[in-house]
C-alpha cells in the first residue's frame, strides 16, 4: 500500500547550524500532516503540524513546508541544539481515515 | 494539556503467558485510540484502531485473537498479548485522539512498553 518515506536515515549536523529534515509521501489523498520528535524508549512527541490547504507553518524554531506538486514535505529546525537530538517521523492523515501513518524516521545527531 | 499515560514502561514475560498493556488519557475523553508496535530503528506501525463501546479495527495482516484490544470507557484501552512468543518482543505505544479538538495535540502519544518474551 501507498507510505511515507524518507530520503535519509541519519543527519549529522553541527551545533547552531540549521537542519532540514525530508519526507516523501505518496498519498495524495492525504490532508494533515505532523512531525514527531521521539527520544530512545519514549513515544513520539508533537512538534509541528500541516494541513494539505497550506505550503508552510511555522513554530518556534520550526518550520514545516508541504509541496503537494511532489508530495513532500519537510522539517526545518533552525540552531540546532544537542536537545533537538533523536529520531523524526512525518506522519500523515488520509483523507476520511483516523489514524495515522507514520514515515520511516531520519535520525538527527547535533555534534557539539 | 493532553497527557496519555501508558502501563507498564517494560515487561518481561515467559512464552506462552499473556500481557495486558494499559492506555488511559488523563484529563481528557478519548473517543478514538490507537495502538501501534515499533521494532527496533523502525517506524511505528499501526496495529489498530479502537472504539468506545465499539469493536477494534485491525489492520491487515494483524491477528486480532492474538491482540486483543479492549476499550470499555472513554479513558481506558487495552492491549493484551495473548499466548506471548519471543517474536512479539517489541515496543507498543498507544495514542489516544480527543473528539473535536484541535489538530496536533489531538493526537496524543503514550510513553510506550517495552515488551521482552523470554
Known amino acids: 500500500g501507498e507510505s511515507v518515506g524518507l530520503h535519509l536515515p541519519t543527519l549529522s549536523v553541527q551545533e547552531g547550524d540549521n537542519s532540514i529534515i525530508n519526507c516523501a509521501y505518496s498519498?495524495?489523498?492525504?490532508?494533515?500532516f505532523i512531525w514527531y520528535k521521539q527520544e530512545s524508549g519514549k513515544g513520539p512527541q508533537f512538534i509541528i503540524d500541516?494541513?494539505?490547504?497550506?505550503d508552510k507553518r511555522q513554530g518556534q524554531r520550526v518550520t514545516v513546508l508541504l509541496n503537494k506538486t511532489v508530495k513532500h514535505l519537510s522539517l526545518q529546525i533552525a540552531a540546532t541544539q544537542p536537545g533537538d537530538s533523536a529520531v523524526y517521523f512525518c506522519?500523515?492523515?488520509?483523507?476520511?481515515?483516523?489514524?495515522?501513518?507514520f514515515g520511516s524516521g531520519t535520525r538527527l545527531q547535533v555534534q557539539p | 494539556g493532553a497527557v496519555v499515560s501508558q502501563h507498564p514502561s517494560w515487561v518481561i514475560c515467559k512464552s506462552g503467558t499473556s500481557v495486558k498493556i494499559e492506555c488511559r488519557s488523563l484529563?481528557?475523553?478519548?473517543?478514538?485510540m490507537f495502538w501501534y508496535r515499533q521494532f527496533p530503528k523502525q517506524s511505528l506501525m499501526l496495529m489498530a484502531t479502537?472504539?468506545?463501546?465499539?469493536?477494534?479495527?485491525?489492520e491487515q495482516g494483524v491477528e486480532k485473537d492474538k491482540f486483543l484490544i479492549n476499550h470499555a470507557s472513554l479513558t481506558l484501552s487495552t492491549l493484551t498479548v495473548t499466548s506471548a512468543h519471543p517474536e512479539d518482543s517489541s515496543f507498543y505505544i498507544c495514542?489516544?485522539?480527543?473528539?473535536?479538538?484541535?489538530?496536533?495535540?489531538?493526537?496524543?502519544f503514550g510513553s510506550g512498553t517495552r515488551l521482552t518474551v523470554v
Open positions: 506522519a500523515e492523515r488520509y483523507t476520511g481515515r483516523r489514524a495515522l501513518t
Open positions: 498519498n495524495s489523498a492525504s490532508d494533515y
Open positions: 500541516i494541513r494539505s490547504n497550506m
Open positions: 495514542s489516544a485522539r480527543k473528539g473535536g479538538t484541535t489538530e496536533g495535540y489531538g493526537y496524543t
Open positions: 484529563d481528557f475523553q478519548a473517543t478514538t
Open positions: 479502537s472504539n468506545e463501546g465499539s469493536k477494534a479495527t485491525y
